[in-house]
Nanobody, 126 residues
Framework: QVQLVESGGGLVQAGGSLRLSCADSGRTFSYTVGWFRQAPGKEQEFVATIRRSGAKTYYADYADSVKGRFTISRDNAKNTVYLQMNSLKPEDTAVYYC?????????????????WGQGTQVTVSS
């Protein structure tokens, strides 16, 4: 059973940075892992995803709203995927979830992900 645990959320001023972590049970080495977010009253939104594209290379995909500000990465030795968030804006405020997809390639569709963490709150003040 895959278990994902997010951490690193918090309150930050606009323009600041946070790094979210998604620790997994160690079985997602070859899985695609994605970050999604959901703000109050809004639908769940794709943020970023990372998948293996070679023996030691990874492919990352980003939503237009975060491209150039957020960076997704993974440390396989620590079984952890990170989301580095810079130049945060109030509209980035949401609960952030990491998810793992055991089959297929990258996807922006939350329905294609099999495993989900519990979420971590990110609040950006203006």
């Amino acid at each position: 059973q895959v278990q994902l645990v997010e951490s690193g959320g918090g309150l930050v001023q606009a323009g600041g940075s946070l790094r979210l972590s998604c620790a997994d049970s160690g079985r997602t080495f070859s899985y695609t892992v994605g970050w999604f977010r959901q703000a109050p009253g809004k639908e769940q939104e794709f943020v970023a995803t990372i998948r293996r594209s070679g023996a030691k290379t990874y492919y990352a995909d980003y939503a237009d709203s975060v491209k150039g500000r957020f960076t997704i990465s993974r440390d396989n030795a620590k079984n952890t995927v990170y989301l580095q968030m810079n130049s945060l804006k109030p509209e980035d405020t949401a609960v952030y979830y990491c998810a793992a997809k055991s089959y297929g390639g990258s996807s922006r569709a939350p329905d294609e992900y099999d495993y989900w963490g519990q979420g971590t709150q990110v609040t950006v003040s203006s």
